[in-house]
T-cell receptor, first 115, second 112 residues
Framework: NAGVTQTPKFRILKIGQSMTLQCTQD?????MYWYRQDPGMGLKLIYY???????DKGEVPNGYNVSRSTTEDFPLRLELAAPSQTSVYFC??????????????FGEGSWLTVV | QKEVEQDPGPLSVPEGAIVSLNCTYS??????FMWYRQYSRKGPELLMY????GNKEDGRFTAQVDKSSKYISLFIRDSQPSDSATYLC????????????FGTGTRLQVTL
Protein backbone atom coordinates (compact mmCIF):
# COMPACT_ATOMS: atom_id res chain seq x y z
CA ASN A 1 0.00 0.00 0.00
CA ALA A 2 2.01 2.98 -1.26
CA GLY A 3 -0.56 5.75 -0.54
CA VAL A 4 1.08 9.17 -1.00
CA THR A 5 4.73 9.09 -2.03
CA GLN A 6 7.01 12.15 -1.94
CA THR A 7 10.55 12.61 -3.17
CA PRO A 8 13.17 13.65 -2.23
CA LYS A 9 13.12 13.05 1.54
CA PHE A 10 15.90 15.54 2.23
CA ARG A 11 17.42 18.30 0.12
CA ILE A 12 19.75 21.25 0.64
CA LEU A 13 19.40 24.10 -1.83
CA LYS A 14 21.42 27.24 -2.34
CA ILE A 15 19.63 30.60 -2.43
CA GLY A 16 18.29 31.25 -5.92
CA GLN A 17 18.31 27.61 -7.03
CA SER A 18 15.21 25.88 -8.31
CA MET A 19 13.83 22.44 -7.59
CA THR A 20 10.72 20.31 -7.82
CA LEU A 21 9.25 18.21 -5.05
CA GLN A 22 7.55 15.21 -6.55
CA CYS A 23 4.31 13.73 -5.23
CA THR A 24 2.27 10.80 -6.45
CA GLN A 25 -0.73 8.97 -5.01
CA ASP A 26 -2.19 5.61 -5.98
CA UNK A 27 -5.60 5.93 -4.31
CA UNK A 28 -7.35 7.62 -7.25
CA UNK A 29 -8.10 10.64 -5.07
CA UNK A 30 -9.58 13.76 -6.62
CA UNK A 31 -8.03 16.24 -4.21
CA MET A 32 -4.33 16.78 -3.68
CA TYR A 33 -2.56 19.30 -1.45
CA TRP A 34 0.81 20.70 -0.57
CA TYR A 35 1.43 21.88 2.98
CA ARG A 36 4.45 23.26 4.74
CA GLN A 37 5.07 22.73 8.43
CA ASP A 38 7.24 25.10 10.45
CA PRO A 39 8.00 24.74 14.18
CA GLY A 40 5.18 26.17 16.28
CA MET A 41 3.21 27.21 13.20
CA GLY A 42 1.20 24.14 12.33
CA LEU A 43 0.45 23.05 8.78
CA LYS A 44 -0.09 25.79 6.21
CA LEU A 45 -1.70 25.08 2.85
CA ILE A 46 0.43 26.16 -0.12
CA TYR A 47 -1.57 24.94 -3.12
CA TYR A 48 -4.30 22.41 -3.76
CA UNK A 49 -5.97 20.72 -6.71
CA UNK A 50 -9.50 19.37 -7.10
CA UNK A 51 -8.65 17.30 -10.14
CA UNK A 52 -6.39 17.00 -13.17
CA UNK A 53 -5.88 20.36 -14.83
CA UNK A 54 -7.26 22.38 -11.89
CA UNK A 55 -5.11 24.04 -9.23
CA ASP A 56 -5.68 26.83 -6.75
CA LYS A 57 -3.75 28.85 -4.19
CA GLY A 58 -3.83 28.11 -0.50
CA GLU A 59 -2.74 30.32 2.41
CA VAL A 60 0.96 30.67 1.53
CA PRO A 61 1.45 30.27 -2.27
CA ASN A 62 4.15 32.91 -2.87
CA GLY A 63 7.39 31.47 -4.22
CA TYR A 64 5.79 28.20 -5.34
CA ASN A 65 4.09 26.77 -8.40
CA VAL A 66 2.19 23.56 -9.04
CA SER A 67 0.72 21.59 -11.91
CA ARG A 68 -1.70 18.66 -12.08
CA SER A 69 -1.50 16.95 -15.46
CA THR A 70 -2.69 13.58 -14.14
CA THR A 71 -4.85 12.38 -11.24
CA GLU A 72 -1.83 10.70 -9.64
CA ASP A 73 0.84 13.40 -9.74
CA PHE A 74 1.05 16.84 -8.11
CA PRO A 75 4.59 18.30 -8.22
CA LEU A 76 5.54 21.45 -6.30
CA ARG A 77 8.06 23.78 -7.91
CA LEU A 78 10.30 26.27 -6.10
CA GLU A 79 11.67 28.69 -8.68
CA LEU A 80 14.09 30.94 -6.73
CA ALA A 81 14.76 29.33 -3.38
CA ALA A 82 14.91 31.65 -0.37
CA PRO A 83 15.88 30.92 3.26
CA SER A 84 12.23 31.52 4.24
CA GLN A 85 11.36 28.36 2.30
CA THR A 86 13.36 26.18 4.67
CA SER A 87 10.64 23.91 6.00
CA VAL A 88 9.12 20.46 5.97
CA TYR A 89 6.79 19.92 3.03
CA PHE A 90 3.93 17.45 3.03
CA CYS A 91 1.92 16.30 0.06
CA UNK A 92 -1.54 14.95 0.81
CA UNK A 93 -4.62 13.63 -0.95
CA UNK A 94 -8.29 13.06 -0.20
CA UNK A 95 -11.40 11.71 -1.83
CA UNK A 96 -14.77 13.32 -2.46
CA UNK A 97 -16.48 9.93 -2.24
CA UNK A 98 -19.39 9.68 0.16
CA UNK A 99 -18.39 8.10 3.43
CA UNK A 100 -14.74 9.00 2.98
CA UNK A 101 -15.06 11.32 5.95
CA UNK A 102 -12.96 14.00 4.34
CA UNK A 103 -9.93 11.98 5.35
CA UNK A 104 -6.68 13.52 4.19
CA UNK A 105 -3.77 11.12 3.72
CA PHE A 106 -0.29 12.57 4.06
CA GLY A 107 3.02 11.58 2.59
CA GLU A 108 6.13 11.09 4.72
CA GLY A 109 7.42 14.63 4.20
CA SER A 110 10.32 16.35 2.43
CA TRP A 111 12.86 18.24 4.54
CA LEU A 112 14.18 21.23 2.62
CA THR A 113 16.97 23.56 3.76
CA VAL A 114 17.87 26.69 1.81
CA VAL A 115 21.34 28.10 2.57
CA GLN B 1 -6.49 35.59 17.34
CA LYS B 2 -5.76 32.32 15.54
CA GLU B 3 -8.75 30.39 14.21
CA VAL B 4 -7.59 27.29 16.06
CA GLU B 5 -5.65 27.39 19.32
CA GLN B 6 -3.76 24.41 20.71
CA ASP B 7 -1.35 24.23 23.63
CA PRO B 8 2.03 23.17 22.19
CA GLY B 9 3.13 21.30 25.31
CA PRO B 10 5.25 19.33 25.77
CA LEU B 11 2.99 17.20 27.93
CA SER B 12 4.74 14.45 29.87
CA VAL B 13 2.72 11.69 31.57
CA PRO B 14 3.55 8.30 33.09
CA GLU B 15 2.51 5.12 31.34
CA GLY B 16 -1.09 4.20 32.13
CA ALA B 17 -2.23 7.77 32.70
CA ILE B 18 -5.29 9.35 31.11
CA VAL B 19 -4.28 12.08 28.71
CA SER B 20 -6.47 15.03 27.75
CA LEU B 21 -5.58 17.07 24.67
CA ASN B 22 -7.61 20.11 23.72
CA CYS B 23 -8.24 22.72 21.04
CA THR B 24 -10.37 25.82 20.96
CA TYR B 25 -11.61 27.51 17.81
CA SER B 26 -13.33 30.70 16.80
CA UNK B 27 -15.03 29.86 13.48
CA UNK B 28 -18.60 28.73 14.13
CA UNK B 29 -18.80 27.36 10.57
CA UNK B 30 -16.54 24.42 11.45
CA UNK B 31 -18.50 21.16 11.33
CA UNK B 32 -15.86 18.45 10.82
CA PHE B 33 -13.31 17.86 13.54
CA MET B 34 -10.29 15.61 13.31
CA TRP B 35 -7.32 14.54 15.37
CA TYR B 36 -4.09 13.60 13.65
CA ARG B 37 -1.10 11.87 15.22
CA GLN B 38 2.36 12.69 13.95
CA TYR B 39 5.41 10.70 14.93
CA SER B 40 8.82 12.32 14.68
CA ARG B 41 10.03 12.66 11.08
CA LYS B 42 6.73 11.27 9.72
CA GLY B 43 3.60 12.65 8.11
CA PRO B 44 0.39 13.16 10.12
CA GLU B 45 -2.04 10.23 10.18
CA LEU B 46 -5.75 10.49 10.93
CA LEU B 47 -6.65 9.21 14.38
CA MET B 48 -10.24 10.30 14.95
CA TYR B 49 -12.89 12.06 12.90
CA UNK B 50 -16.14 13.58 14.22
CA UNK B 51 -18.95 15.39 12.50
CA UNK B 52 -20.68 18.14 14.50
CA UNK B 53 -21.08 17.76 18.27
CA GLY B 54 -20.85 14.70 20.48
CA ASN B 55 -18.47 11.94 21.45
CA LYS B 56 -16.77 9.24 19.46
CA GLU B 57 -14.83 6.33 20.89
CA ASP B 58 -12.26 4.10 19.23
CA GLY B 59 -10.41 1.74 21.53
CA ARG B 60 -8.39 3.80 24.01
CA PHE B 61 -9.21 7.04 22.22
CA THR B 62 -12.26 9.27 22.73
CA ALA B 63 -12.95 12.46 20.80
CA GLN B 64 -15.35 15.05 22.17
CA VAL B 65 -16.78 18.09 20.44
CA ASP B 66 -18.60 20.89 22.26
CA LYS B 67 -19.72 23.31 19.59
CA SER B 68 -21.45 25.61 22.08
CA SER B 69 -18.08 26.25 23.74
CA LYS B 70 -16.07 25.88 20.51
CA TYR B 71 -13.92 23.31 22.27
CA ILE B 72 -12.74 19.87 21.22
CA SER B 73 -10.87 17.24 23.18
CA LEU B 74 -9.04 13.98 22.64
CA PHE B 75 -8.75 11.58 25.57
CA ILE B 76 -6.27 8.74 25.62
CA ARG B 77 -6.86 6.05 28.26
CA ASP B 78 -4.13 3.75 29.55
CA SER B 79 -1.49 5.74 27.71
CA GLN B 80 1.46 3.81 26.28
CA PRO B 81 5.00 4.88 25.33
CA SER B 82 3.95 4.24 21.72
CA ASP B 83 1.47 7.12 22.10
CA SER B 84 4.40 9.53 22.33
CA ALA B 85 3.90 11.82 19.35
CA THR B 86 2.58 15.23 18.36
CA TYR B 87 -1.21 15.44 18.19
CA LEU B 88 -2.76 17.93 15.79
CA CYS B 89 -6.38 18.97 15.82
CA UNK B 90 -7.91 19.99 12.50
CA UNK B 91 -11.31 21.25 11.47
CA UNK B 92 -13.28 22.41 8.45
CA UNK B 93 -16.67 23.65 7.39
CA UNK B 94 -19.17 22.06 5.04
CA UNK B 95 -18.60 22.15 1.31
CA UNK B 96 -15.70 21.51 -0.99
CA UNK B 97 -14.53 25.12 -0.78
CA UNK B 98 -13.81 24.76 2.93
CA UNK B 99 -10.24 23.76 3.71
CA UNK B 100 -8.80 22.07 6.77
CA UNK B 101 -7.44 24.42 9.43
CA PHE B 102 -4.87 22.83 11.72
CA GLY B 103 -3.84 23.56 15.26
CA THR B 104 -0.12 23.88 15.93
CA GLY B 105 0.04 20.48 17.65
CA THR B 106 0.67 19.26 21.20
CA ARG B 107 3.75 17.15 21.83
CA LEU B 108 3.02 14.22 24.14
CA GLN B 109 5.64 12.12 25.92
CA VAL B 110 4.54 8.97 27.75
CA THR B 111 7.25 7.78 30.11
CA LEU B 112 7.85 4.29 31.52
Amino acid sequence: NAGVTQTPKFRILKIGQSMTLQCTQDMNHNYMYWYRQDPGMGLKLIYYSVGAGITDKGEVPNGYNVSRSTTEDFPLRLELAAPSQTSVYFCASSSLRRGSGNTIYFGEGSWLTVV
Amino acid sequence: QKEVEQDPGPLSVPEGAIVSLNCTYSNSAFQYFMWYRQYSRKGPELLMYTYSSGNKEDGRFTAQVDKSSKYISLFIRDSQPSDSATYLCAMKGIGTASKLTFGTGTRLQVTL
